[in-house]
Structure formats: C-alpha cells, structure tokens
C-alpha cells in the first residue's frame, strides 16, 4: 500500500509539474492586446529588446517556481508522513527529553531543519538565476546569511504557535481551533507591531530618509493626506537587487512607509512622489487594519476546516499516516500539508482583495499628486527593474499577484490623464 501511494503520489507531482509548464511556457498568452501596440502600456516603447525577451523568460521561471514550490512540499511532507520518519522523530524527541513542550520544539527543530536542507537547492537555484538576469546583486554569503536568519526566525515562530496549539489539541481536542484562533489575535498583532523595529533589522538596514530636500517634499505630501510626519524610511537594498520596491508596514506607533534606496536611486522626484502617495493611501484607507481584519477571519475559518479534515483524515487514512490521533506530533506534517494546501486556495481570494487595495491607492495617488504623467513613467521603471510582465497569464494573476498588472496600472493612469486633459 505504501509503495503504491509513493509512485501515485510521485507520478501525480510530475504530472503537474509538466501541465504547469506547457501552460506558462506555451499555453498561455502575455502578449499586449494589438490595439494598444505603440503606445505606454507597450513594453517595445520602453524597453529595449533584450531586456524585453530577458523580462518575458525571468518572470516564466519564476512563476514557474511559485507554482511548483508549494505543491512541492506537500509532496515531500506526504512522504515524511507516510515513510514513518515522523512517527520515528516524534519516538526520537520522546526517548530523550522529559517535558512535552521540549519534546514539541525538538520535533519542530528537525522538521523545520529537514525543509530546509531540502528546499535549500531550490532556493539557491532561484537566486542563481537572478543572478544572471541582473536582478540580484547579493553575493553568496549575504544571501546564505539572510537564509540562515530566515530559518532561526521561522523556526521560533513555528515553535511557539505548534506548542501552543499541541497543547491546546490535547487539552480541548473538540474546541481547541476556536481557542487558538483567539490566542491568534493579540500574537498577530504583536508580530505585526515588532515586524519594522526588530525583525526586519535582522535583514536590512533601516535609516531615516537621507535626501533632505526630499524628505521636505514627502513630508508636505504627508501633511496634505493627515499622516504624521516622521513615518518615512530608507532602506539599504542595492547591494541585494536592482528591483525597486516601496511599502508600508507595521501597527500603531511601529508603523512605517519604507523605500528602497534603489527606487531612490533610479525614480526622480516626481515619480518618488507618486509612489508615496500611493504608499500614504495604504496608510490613510487603513489597508493593514483591513488585512489583518481579513487574515483573522481567513485563520478562523482555516483552523476550523483543518479540525475537520484532519480527523477525518486520520480516521479513514490513520494506518497509512501511522497516526492514531491529532493529538501526536507525529500528525504535523498533516498539519502542515493541510494548512499549506487551504492557504495555496485562498491565494485568489486575498490577491483580488489585494488587488482592489492596489487599484484604490493608485487612484487616490492619482489625484493627489495630479501627475499621470509621472505615474506612467514610474510604473515603467518598475516594470523594467523587475522584468515584469505587462499581461500575466490568468492563473499567474489569481494565484500570484498581489498588485493590478503594470498594463492595468499604466491603462488608468492614462484614462486619469484623458478625463483630466492633461
Ligand atoms: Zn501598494
């Protein structure tokens, strides 16, 4: 029975991974409709040819990557689960420690330690290849540091949410979703408020705006929109990517809008302007309180399901899994196969949430900076720091964008321009 799901459970990823290939690779269209050929949105008019051929091929792979990655590891947690290396580990931190929560962080330890390792390749592959198209700037042993930050941060969080939850599995195995869902909140909230101040330090170097005049500009910007002045931040990246990128992060007191110094670098003043703008509408609509609102309900409902599907799971498949209850740590990689697939699924429920926040902060940067033009050309640069694709293919938009396609953006900074005659 084993050996037969191991070759089904092969057979199907290798399956998958070909249709997702032939899809992204020969199947899908990302052409520019002909009746906006030659004009802003027409990659041709702002890129040369080779690096429009490069954003065409770099953003294939990369999707590519998002797509197989994730089933990936459904895969490699299903083996974990069904070769017995789970129930082994859990006998493992059993034989040689005394207390349950030890026992529980050790388990996680060789989980977390195995994923790594086996995904390491994978993700140095990736980092290869941007490398080569001139996206990464980092040398190997910056980005070997940031995995091994990476690794320790995620580790600590794991650990601490699935010997919470372990715990509470065993004290309330009917109820336990609803308390931890509650005891979600106030950690949510507490990782959301230190993310700017202590965990993103640990990658990047964070320092007030140093162009002053700049920084003049921005804060009058700021002050028309009602923001407290002192929220604007510049981050060290050149010497990671050329990509630009800005955002806005954290709760409360923490909160901060971040830009690259790349994107400093490379926009002029004008262009900088609309991307704060379009970051101080994220600020001013409220869009974490909003996500944070929306993750809550989406962990509710996540936690709930995954109560079900495990029991059941282990009910009708427990001598496969070598599981009798949820109650073991040997069921996490269930646990975490089931969470990963229910979070792969709501993909296209929180981009398109995403994706209407992007759209608003974008119209709302329109007319506050009355500048299309300025949108247009940043939106530009982006595409062509980042090889990004103007038209995504659809999947690649439900499952992976967060943000309106840059054909989309630049489409409304011209209609903003038309019906404002500029
Ligand atoms: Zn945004």
Do not use: C
Request: hydrophobic residues 45%; proline residues 4%; charged residues 20%.
């Amino acid at each position: 029975m084993r050996k037969k799901w191991f070759l089904a459970a092969i057979g199907l990823f290798l399956l998958y991974v070909f249709s997702i290939y032939i899809y992204l690779f020969h199947g899908a269209d990302t052409s520019i409709p002909d009746s906006l050929n030659g004009t802003s949105v027409d990659p041709k008019t702002f890129m040369d040819d080779e690096t429009l051929e490069n954003s065409e091929t770099y953003s294939k792979i990369r999707n590519f990557f998002f797509f197989i990655s994730t089933p990936l590891e459904w895969l490699f947690l299903g083996i974990v689960l069904v070769s017995g290396l789970s129930k082994r580990l859990d006998r493992w931190g059993r034989d040689s420690w005394k207390r349950q929560f030890v026992q529980t962080g050790a388990y996680v330890f060789w989980i977390s330690l195995l994923l790594f390792v086996v995904f390491l390749p994978l993700s140095y592959l990736r980092y290869k290849i941007s490398l080569s198209y001139g996206i990464s700037t980092q040398v190997f042993s910056s980005w070997m540091k940031d995995n091994l930050i990476e690794f320790w941060v995620d580790y600590a969080m794991t650990a601490i949410v699935v010997i919470v939850l372990y715990w509470l599995i065993r004290k309330s195995p009917k109820r336990w979703w609803l308390f931890g869902w509650l005891l979600s909140i106030p950690f949510t909230i507490f990782v959301m408020f230190i993310q700017p101040v202590v965990i993103d330090p640990l990658y990047n170097e964070f320092y007030p705006l140093q162009n002053k005049e700049l920084e003049e500009k921005i804060l009058t910007l700021a002050a028309k929109a009602d923001i407290p002045a002192d929220h604007v931040y510049e981050v060290n990246m050149s010497e990671k990517t050329n990509s630009l990128n800005a955002y806005v992060t954290g709760v409360g007191t923490n909160s901060r809008i971040v830009l690259w110094d790349t994107t400093l670098n490379s926009l002029d003043d004008d262009e900088i302007l609309f991307i704060m703008a379009h970051e101080m509408a994220h600020y001013v609509e409220k869009h974490i309180y909003l996500g944070i609102g929306g993750y809550l309900l989406l962990t509710l409902a996540g936690l709930w399901l995954t109560d079900k599907w495990m029991k059941r799971s282990i009910r009708k498949r427990g001598e496969l899994y070598q599981l009798e209850s949820m109650q073991e740590i040997a069921s996490l990689p269930l646990f975490l196969l089931i969470t990963s697939i229910l979070l792969f699924a709501a993909n296209p429920i929180t981009n398109y949430v995403s994706r209407v926040q992007e759209t608003r902060a974008d119209q709302y940067a329109l007319k506050m900076t009355d500048n299309p033009e300025a949108a247009i050309t940043s939106f530009q640069k982006l595409s062509e720091s980042g090889l990004s694709q103007m038209n995504p293919a659809l999947l690649v938009k439900l499952f992976r964008n967060s943000h309106p396609s840059m054909l989309e953006r630049i489409q409304l900074a011209k209609e903003y321009e038309e019906t404002h005659g500029k």
